[in-house]
């Protein structure tokens, strides 16, 4: 059973920055991962996707130029550094891992998921 455990989430200020990290219990270089994620009412929102090499990524409209998606495959590790944070970004965000080497933004190509870590920023 493959584990993921997402850490770093915390209540900031907006403006502040963040860093997210997802720690795997296996080796997973050879699919792609993301992170998404869940504010209260609302529908898991894709923000960011990284292929199985790190060459490609994708990220959501409303992140594009703040996040940063990374991934270390000797550590098997996906991060999400988040700059310049928005009260809109307040939401539970959750680390996945895709059935193949690159995903896109479609929900069921990930096949296991984090718990989540919660993200709050004030105004």
């Known amino acids: 059973q493959v584990q993921l455990v997402e850490s770093g989430g915390g209540l900031v200020q907006a403006g502040d920055s963040l860093r997210l990290s997802c720690a795997t219990s296996?080796?997973?270089?050879?699919?792609?991962a993301g992170w998404f994620r869940q504010a209260p009412g609302k529908e898991r929102e894709p923000i960011a996707t990284?292929?199985?090499?790190?060459?490609?990524?994708k990220y959501g409209d409303s992140v594009k130029g703040r996040f940063t998606i990374s991934r270390d495959n000797a550590k098997n590790t996906v991060n999400l550094q988040m700059e310049d944070l928005k009260p809109g970004d307040t939401a539970v965000y959750y680390c996945?891992?895709?059935?193949?080497?690159?995903?896109?933004?479609?929900?069921?190509?990930?096949?296991?998921w984090g718990q989540g870590t919660q993200v709050t920023v004030s105004a």
């Open positions: 296996e080796t997973f270089n050879n699919v792609g």
């Open positions: 996945a891992l895709a059935k193949a080497p690159w995903s896109g933004f479609r929900v069921d190509n990930f096949a296991y």
């Open positions: 990284i292929s199985r090499d790190g060459k490609f990524t």
